[in-house]
């Protein structure tokens, strides 16, 4: 595993809250989500899914590889133990082995040969409804417990986009 140093800032913090705040496209705000999340946790895979409560499904709306998982995919997401802690309880879920990966998530062969092998789902929450969801990918026992702070932090400046669009 790599020695990670680069710690989430406020200046971090501040830059996306002011892009976010601007006359911006979408995608402008989601792509600078990723180059943050790139630089303070690290990933392989990073997309960003819009939750539709209605339909209890996830459609993807960012994706740092569209080729495997292009924008506008949905999947059916109710009734899962994924579901029960993300969308359900809003908590940040986290696959940190292949075996953990596999038992959370069907299409775990496609995930596997990104050479991607724990996962980590941070909930895009307001006012307790589950907006959508920043989901991060790396290779196996990536992640650590303040990984899953930054992330909570970088996903919240997300609301607004999601309430909007």
């Known amino acids: 595993m790599s020695d990670r140093t680069r710690v ?4 971090d913090l501040g830059e996306l809250a002011a892009l976010s705040a601007s006359v911006h496209e979408p ?9 943050l999340v790139q630089k303070v946790i690290g990933h392989r895979l990073f997309t960003i899914m819009r939750v539709h409560e209605a339909a209890m499904e996830v459609e993807r709306i960012h994706s740092s590889n569209n080729v495997a998982y ?12 994924w ?4 969308l359900d309880k809003g908590e940040v879920f986290v696959a940190r082995t292949p075996d953990e990966v596999r038992a959370a998530f069907d299409d ?3 995930i596997f040969s990104l050479g991607v092998g724990s996962i980590m789902n941070v909930p895009i929450a307001y006012r ?6 920043i989901n991060i990918a790396h290779e196996a026992g990536w992640f650590r417990d303040q990984d899953a702070a930054a992330g909570r932090l970088i996903a919240a ?9």
């Open 83 to 86: 579901s029960r802690v993300v």
């Open 108 to 110: 775990h062969a496609l």
């Open 157 to 165: 400046l997300l609301v607004p986009a999601l309430l909007v669009d």
């Open 27 to 35: 995608r402008e705000l989601y792509t600078a989500v990723d180059g």
């Open 8 to 11: 989430l800032t406020t200046l």
């Open 70 to 81: 292009p924008m506008g995919g949905r999947k059916q997401k109710s009734g899962t133990p």
């Open 128 to 133: 307790g409804r589950r907006l959508g969801i």
